[in-house]
């Protein structure tokens, strides 16, 4: 069978050979962005503790609201995976049920971010205080940034499934928005371990 050749059964999204290309394509952008996150990452591993007369992390940063934050994101993930599978069955209602539950959860989570950045601005640690919250404010705002990207890259495709229903077409859409989701709730995870929970007890 030709590499080109489209098929007739599996997944919805990988039926044609645009499908499989753009879902290839979108995982090596996904290599470009690991790069530009462990960039972020280096950048504040070497200006962490450097906070000249700023409050300290373990000052600021609080476990509950992190936690909170961290279970809004790890859902979210979880649930734009049923979103997914019940595209797959051919459900578009079960599709904009739970995708719209995880844009939910991701609009919680982008809140509470903002809450605690605004927070940490009225305590003294805001983009100018020091190299250390200058490199945090870049590495999580730049996740944040991302997380709103997403959400409104998943209301333009509910809008195009509302329009065209569910294709080919579509259906790659979807899958590959949660791609990304499921990639931006991995960089979470480094980021709750290696700023949050190192910064409370360093």
Known sequence: ??????????P???????????????????GAEV????????TYAVLFGKTADAPVPAELFELPMVLIMTFLLLTSSF?????????????????????GITLAL????????????????????????SAF??????????????VLLG??????????LRQRGLTP????????????WHFLDVIWIFIFTSVYLIGMVV
């Open 106 to 129: 991701g609009l919680g989570f982008l809140g509470f971010e903002i809450y605690e950045f605004v927070h940490y601005a009225h305590e003294g640690a805001s983009l100018p205080s």
């Open 12 to 30: 919805l999204e990988y039926r044609s050979h645009e499908g499989r290309m753009t879902i290839l394509g979108f995982w090596i952008f996904l």
């Open 151 to 160: 959400i409104g890259w998943a209301v333009l495709i509910l809008i195009q």
């Open 133 to 146: 919250w200058s490199a945090f404010f870049v590495l999580t705002g730049t996740h944040g940034l991302h």
């Open 79 to 99: 649930t734009c995976g049923i979103a997914i599978h019940h595209m797959r069955r051919g459900s578009l209602k079960g599709l904009f049920v739970w995708l």
């Open 35 to 42: 790069v530009l996150f462990s960039t972020l990452f280096a």
């Open 169 to 180: 077409v579509t259906s790659r859409k979807v899958f590959v928005v949660g791609l990304y």
């Open 1 to 10: 069978m030709s590499a080109h050749t489209d098929l007739n059964t599996g």
